[in-house]
């Protein structure tokens, strides 16, 4: 087997590992150009071993969800770089809503440097985190718990957004594209995320690089929908410029 072919071999078990590779994560990598890497993603293609994305590939099949605590251990500096830029859109006296995931949970355990703010979420993770926060008031919505990923979601969950005002909400995805929009593996959490959508003034898509290679089974909303994109820093100006053409600006 040649050097050209194991590259490819370890490019796919990244690919399995994670569900998704963006473009500049081989470059990083493997140490090739960007040409190469395209031409190799074509090749991974053609064989039907993966399907290229903006930026990237993801699995020819539909990805199986990947467990909370595996994912905190995943892409962690961009997760902290995107939660240290959220906090520039939160000040005191702010009614926030933040969804689950591991994002959001980077943003949740920086909060504590407020003095007054209202945190509204359906993840017992991050409410968890945040018991006991001076001059913090925590709604923790109702719901049918994931274990897969500590969200709340269902009627029970959306029932009580439906009675609530967010000034802000902080989203974070399974997947995006300019396409099909902001995704999410599951059924049940899709609709109490668009719920809060619905019920904020603003939203904020929090999302690292890696989210911008990958694809999900449900359909949140438009990136369109929120006021902008929080990533980290490995996005490409390309991408940047498509999102800013499309109305979704990257913060």
Request: proline share 1%; glycine share 8%; charged share 25%.
């Amino acid at each position: 087997m040649g050097k050209t072919d194991i590259r490819r071999d370890a490019i796919m078990h990244a690919i399995k590992d994670k569900g998704s590779i963006a473009l500049t994560d081989i470059v990083q990598q493997f140490a090739v150009s960007e040409a190469t890497a395209r031409r190799d993603l074509e090749i991974l293609e053609q064989e039907k071993r993966c399907i290229r994305t903006f930026g990237g590939a993801v699995l020819e099949s539909l990805k199986v969800e990947v467990p909370f605590f595996n994912k905190m251990d995943l892409n962690t500096d961009e997760k902290k770089e995107i939660a240290d830029k959220a906090l520039r859109y939160i000040e005191d006296g702010d009614i926030i809503g933040l969804t689950g995931g591991t994002t959001t949970t980077f943003i949740a355990k920086k909060l504590n440097q407020f003095k007054n703010l209202t945190v509204i979420t359906n993840a017992v993770n991050i409410a968890y985190e945040l018991i006991g926060t001076s001059g913090l008031q925590l709604i923790l919505t109702g719901g049918v718990i994931r274990t897969q990923t500590f969200e709340l979601s269902g009627p029970l969950a959306n029932a009580t957004l439906d009675n609530l005002s967010i000034r802000k909400t902080f989203m974070g995805v399974d997947g995006i594209s300019l396409s099909r929009g902001m995704m999410i593996y599951n059924e049940l959490e899709a609709e109490t995320n668009r719920r809060m959508m619905k019920q904020s003034m603003e939203t904020y898509l929090v999302a690292d690089h890696s989210k911008f290679s990958r694809s999900s089974l449900f359909v949140i909303g438009e990136v369109q929908e929120t006021v902008g994109i929080i990533s980290d820093s490995a996005i490409t100006s390309e991408m940047k410029h498509a999102f800013k053409e499309a109305g979704a600006p990257f913060l």
